[in-house]
């Protein structure tokens, strides 16, 4: 399996300042210059964190577009149960009882499937784009203002949210007083949803919802995911 070209990477998310200035760089004292983890460090600290994260990217791109063909596939199937059921045209618990069930059980296997895989994805940009901000030392500010919002919320404040839920749901599904950390990210979470943060006094979210999240997001495209991702990362490096 073949990694997306470097060139075509740079044309692709136009980020053509990374096809020169990716050099090596002295330290006052003259020695080659390393990064915070003991990479030799490429380029000023833009250039330099955008080439990682180009990098890092072309290492994870078949694992995402991997995931996200069969998280699309339970989405969608997953959705027309739900809609079917909704409007009582399946079959009856009190008719069809045995049917009614399997329905039941595909319903819960597929939303299994799209949250697990779309948790998984999940997982993986928020880390690209947290090794980012720490490569650009950008602050936490920063990190939520960047870029265009939605909901109200930056694509890296939605991503690390989505991936506490995938990591944590069943701590929040226990949470009878959710604490700061954790209501941070129902907040997030829930704005995406359009639900409220509690009911009833519990929180909400009690589940895995990265599927309804990643959906949400992408329209259904891993393509669009990685745009919005890039243009993203373009914001918060502020890259021109």
């Known amino acids: ?87 009582d045209k399946g079959p009856s618990l009190s008719m069809n009882p045995k049917d009614y069930h399997d329905v039941t059980e595909s319903i819960l296997e597929y939303q299994s499937v799209s949250s697990v895989l779309a ?55 226990c949470a009878k007083r959710p604490n700061t950390q954790q209501l941070q990210s129902m907040e997030v979470l829930c704005k995406g949803l359009n639900l409220p943060v509690l009911t009833h006094g519990f929180p909400t979210i009690r589940t895995n919802v990265c599927g309804q999240i990643l959906m949400s997001l992408s329209h259904g495209s891993v393509d669009h995911l990685h745009q919005i991702t890039f243009e993203y990362a373009k914001a918060l490096s502020k890259y021109q």
């Open 119 to 173: 948790g998984s994805i999940l997982l993986v940009l928020n880390n690209l784009l947290q090794r980012l901000k720490k490569d650009l030392n950008a602050s936490d500010d920063e990190w939520k203002l960047a870029g265009t919002k939605i909901n109200n919320n930056s694509i890296g404040v939605i991503f690390t949210a989505a991936a506490a839920n995938f990591r944590h749901h069943d701590e929040w599904a």
């Open 1 to 87: 399996m073949s990694l997306p070209g470097y060139d075509e990477t740079l044309t692709r998310f136009c980020l053509g300042k990374l096809k020169a200035g990716v050099d090596l760089q002295l330290t006052k004292s003259g020695d080659i210059a390393l990064t915070r983890d003991g990479d030799l460090q490429a380029g000023n600290t833009q250039i330099n964190a955008l080439f990682r994260l180009v990098e890092r990217w072309r290492q994870s791109e078949s694992t995402v577009s991997d995931l996200f063909a069969p998280m699309l596939r339970a989405s969608q199937q997953l959705e027309e149960l739900s809609k079917t059921r909704a409007l």
